[in-house]
Structure formats: C-alpha cells, structure tokens
C-alpha cells in the first residue's frame, strides 16, 4: 500500500527552536510538494521539487524556511528560528510527472502532515 | 491576495439530501479545477476534476460544475451520506503548471 509517510506527526517546541519536518515520497513518484494549511490560508504552497531539485520556493519565506531532498525518498522541511505564527500543519505531497506530458494533477497524494504548534 | 474562493466556512446538511459546495476563483489563466477531500489527522485525498473545456464531470455521486463566465465551480454530492463528512478543498491550476492553489475549505456535516 505506497502512500506518503510524514515525521514527527505532532511537534511541540518553543519559539526559536529549530524544527525539521521529514517526508518519504512514493517509491517512483518524481514531484514533491510542501504545503501548509491554516485557518486563514487554507492550503498553501511553500514549495516543490521534481527530480529532486527545487522548482518554486516562492511560498516560502526565505529567512527562516528551508526545504530540501536529500535523496530521492527523503525530502526536508527546516524552520530555523521557529516562531508561533509558524503554528500549523504541514503536509508533504508526491506525485508523477512522465516525460514531457502534463502533470495529471489527481496523482498529486498527500501524507497525514505535521501538526507545529511553537509557544 | 485569495484566488480560489470557498465563501462557506461550514455547510449542514441532512443525510439522503444533497449537498452543495461552492468555490469562487479570480485567475483568467485557472483551466482545470479540483475538490479534494479531507478527513481529521489525515491528508487530503483527490476526489473529483474538470477541464475548463468542460462544463461539468460526474463520477458517481459527486458532479463537479464549472461556470466559466462567472468564474464559479460546485460540487454536487447527491445522496449525502454520513461518510461524506469532511473538509472539501477547492483547488486551481493554470495549463501545464503542475501547482495547485487551494481554497480555505469548506466544513461538510451530515445529519443522519
């Protein structure tokens, strides 16, 4: 059953602290995607990689926030300081882009996220 | 600057009934449209999209419309069922960009 695995499911830790989000994509799948979800801002968009390198960060405040993909089953997502506006969950996404076809946007699956709470 | 619009923080909605959820969008270059579903401690799950060359696309019991003229999108859920509580998201794309923009969700509760 491939799905998409997200580590810590829940982090608590206090403003300033370093936060790391982890992501294992689908085995196979060549796009990942970080997104956040609040309660003003729906789901955001902070970034995505295909083939590992980064395509767009541009939802991603650059002073704080870092994403990265180590290799392919692995992708980051680095909050450093952290802050309590920061508060939320963030959900890492894979999906397939094959060859030079569109994307098909209903490979796009979620993992169950990473609930941030910083005090 | 919200470019996909879901107006209705929450919608009640008694189980057998239909239930409608809206979504509203200000981008001329949006040309396919989601609604993904999701449930408490989980992510969300794909449920239903169309081509901005479509009107609407219908997959069992959820039919999607797209009014392009007035920039507006539902989703039809008929009959409503118990499971079908859950955070509907409306989300947008421009051709060939593989980015998706959300809406801020939608509560659906079903009354047995």
């Known amino acids: 059953d491939a799905r998409v695995t997200q580590t810590p499911r829940h982090k608590v830790t206090e403003m300033g602290q370093e936060v790391t989000m982890r992501c294992q994509p689908i085995?196979?799948?060549?796009?990942v995607f970080w997104y956040r979800q609040t309660m003003m801002q729906g789901l955001e968009l902070l970034a995505y990689?295909?083939?590992?390198?980064?395509?767009?960060d541009s939802g991603m405040p650059k002073d704080r926030f870092s994403a990265e993909m180590p290799d392919a089953t692995l992708a980051t997502l680095k909050i450093q300081p952290s802050e309590p506006r920061d508060s939320a969950v963030y959900f890492c996404?894979?999906?397939?882009?094959?060859?030079?076809?569109?994307?098909?946007?209903?490979?796009?699956?979620f993992g169950p996220g990473t609930r941030l709470t910083v005090l | 600057d919200q470019q996909v619009k879901q107006n209705s923080p929450s919608l009640s909605v008694q189980e057998g009934r239909i239930s409608i959820l809206n979504c509203d969008y200000t981008?001329?270059?949006?040309?396919?449209f989601l609604w993904y579903k999701k449930y408490p401690a989980e992510g969300p799950t794909f449920l239903i999209s169309?081509?901005?060359?479509?009107d609407k696309n219908e997959d069992g019991r959820f039919t999607v419309f797209l009014n392009k003229s007035a920039k507006h999108l539902s989703l039809h859920i008929v009959p409503s069922q118990p499971g079908d509580s859950a955070v509907y998201f409306c989300?947008?794309?421009?051709?060939?960009?593989?980015?998706?923009?959300f809406g801020t969700g939608t509560r659906l509760t079903i009354i047995p």
């Open positions: 085995l196979g799948h060549n796009t």
């Open positions: 996404a894979s999906g397939l882009v094959a060859g030079s076809t569109s994307f098909t946007y209903n490979e796009q699956f």
């Open positions: 990689f295909r083939n590992r390198a980064p395509l767009d």
């Open positions: 989300a947008a794309s421009a051709y060939g960009n593989e980015k998706l923009t």
């Open positions: 981008n001329s270059m949006f040309d396919y």
């Open positions: 169309i081509s901005s060359i479509k």
